[in-house]
């Protein structure tokens, strides 16, 4: 059994998929594993690292390759040199689809760590929520970094400096941690999430919850349903007085495979202090806020807006630790009478495989390519 670890080929990607630590540790369940050449470099883990964890560091590592192990998917081309029912793991965004067809006609089996079921069995694999981790801490060390004033009270013989006053929208895993952050930095940090447990949780991370009276929208797997024009147009009125109080704005709230809602308007921005700074996490999916551009800073009003792209890679050793975890954890759970052997009527196996054997096995997948079953 080989696990192979490719280099990531696109520029902005840093991470890597196994840091060599878990190299070791998939060693001991009987697996060679192989490293292309500098696949850890942007990472900061070496060659030599992989080496001395017991990897063999090599150009082809992929070939005869059992499973094979990436952030980003292969390119088309790549998949098409690969034996047939070798294991792809990686995020695998399916829309363009041309990914997902060339897997297909390969007969490959491709497992998309971001559909990993949000169940507790599965949290140890959850790779959506352990890159959330990293971007919300992220988040609140930019909003920082580019506030043109302290984070934290300052008494001092020359006078007072007041706190910053941090508003964090969405309050999953990223909206969390940047909570944290921004608490453990000094600021004053107030957070809203439409979700029921999200002011419990808002709270006991030492933020003030925003009550905006409006009901709660819990959706399947821990995300917020879809809200109507209505309804998102009433949560920007009732948002707007505390965007303008706020010095520093975190935008948090996105679910996979859809576009981002729109929770502040560039009018919102504009009412915001000269020197603010706005941070949206979701400007890959369409953006929180509305003009966010992902990868660009820019100005709207006298606001700075950063706008968010791969975030967790921005942070790429502890982001590829963590994802390392979640791909060797599910390599594990496969691995079964010392054999890599998925068991296709597990949850967690038929949650996260999109193509097996030539068919695709995850039906929005499959509609997208094929249309709706008649």
Not at 23 to 32: N, S, T
Not at 54 to 73: C, F, I, L, M
């Amino acid at each position: 059994m080989k696990i192979a670890v490719v280099r990531e080929t696109r520029p902005a990607e840093r991470r890597v998929a196994l840091v060599p630590e878990q190299v070791a540790k998939l060693i001991q369940l009987g697996y060679e594993v192989a490293v292309e050449p500098a696949a850890g470099e942007r990472a900061l883990f070496s060659d030599d690292q992989y080496r001395e964890a017991g990897a063999e560091v090599a150009w082809g590592a992929d070939h005869a390759a059992t499973v094979v192990a990436s952030v980003q998917p292969l390119e088309r081309e790549r998949l098409q040199r690969l034996h047939a029912g070798t294991a792809l793991m990686s995020f695998l965004p399916t829309n363009p689809p041309d990914v997902v067809r060339a897997a297909t006609s390969a007969k490959l089996t491709a497992f998309a760590m971001e559909l990993i079921p949000r169940i507790s069995r599965a949290q140890s694999m959850d790779a959506l929520s352990s890159q959330a981790l990293v971007a919300g801490y992220r988040a609140a060390i930019v909003a920082a970094e580019r506030l043109p004033r302290f984070f934290p009270l300052n008494m001092t013989a020359a006078g007072t400096v007041p706190p910053a006053q941090v508003l964090v929208l969405g309050a999953g895993v990223a909206g969390l941690q940047a909570i944290a952050t921004a608490k453990r930095l000094g600021a004053v940090v107030k957070a809203y999430d439409v979700r029921t447990a999200a002011a419990e949780e808002i709270a006991s991370m030492g933020a003030q919850p925003i009550e905006l009276e409006l009901g709660t929208l819990d959706g399947p797997g821990g995300y917020a349903r879809e809200m109507t024009p209505e309804r998102a147009q009433l949560q920007r009125d009732l948002l707007a007085p505390y965007v303008a109080a706020a010095d520093a704005l975190i935008t948090t709230a996105a679910v996979p495979g859809r576009t981002a809602p729109m929770l502040v308007t560039r009018e919102m921005v504009e009412q915001m202090k000269p020197g603010s700074v706005v941070v949206d996490l979701a400007s890959e999916q369409g953006g929180n806020v509305e003009g966010s551009v992902a990868g660009t800073e820019l100005t709207i009003g006298g606001a700075l807006v950063w706008g968010g792209s791969n975030v967790p890679s921005q942070l790429a050793g502890p982001a590829s630790r963590l994802y390392g975890q979640n791909i060797a954890n599910l390599i594990t759970l496969m691995t079964r009478n010392a054999a890599f052997d998925p068991d296709f009527a597990d949850e967690i196996v038929a949650g996260c495989c999109v193509t097996h054997d030539g068919k695709v096995l995850h039906e929005p997948t499959r509609e997208l390519l094929e249309g709706p079953l008649a």
